[in-house]
């Protein structure tokens, strides 16, 4: 199994991302072994949906998985127990999800429920140059 990270440099350097006590998880801090914390992944639709999506398709097939679970968990189980609840959440975001997801989209849901985008695309940096 291959477990990587994405953090943007403001956020953290290198060397504080891979300290188990960056987020001060069962230190004694502002956070407690009971906080719930949570990550977001990125889930590739184009390997989710079961209808073929063209070779040629230029859109946004990704939505985001976000497994969750107490702070407590993560410095007391192994990095076993951490990937099967990484694995669980990607899995729910199937093709079924997928294509609710899709259908929500299409009802003006978005609008009418005064949806907005999770990522300010001003902000975001989508090609190294």
Known sequence: MVLSLAAHHRIADGQATTSSLAREL?????????????????????????????RDYFGNLVL???????????????????????????AGIDDTYFRLFIDFASFNAIKAEGLGPTADAGEVMVCPG
Do not use: K, M, Q
């Open 26 to 54: 069962g230190t004694g801090g502002t956070t407690t072994t009971s906080t719930t914390t949570r990550i977001r992944i990125t889930v590739n639709g184009r390997v989710c949906i079961r209808l073929p999506v063209p």
């Open 64 to 90: 985001w998985a976000f497994p969750r679970c107490d702070a407590g968990e993560l410095v007391t189980y192994s990095v076993h127990h951490a990937a099967e609840l990484i694995h669980r959440a990607v």
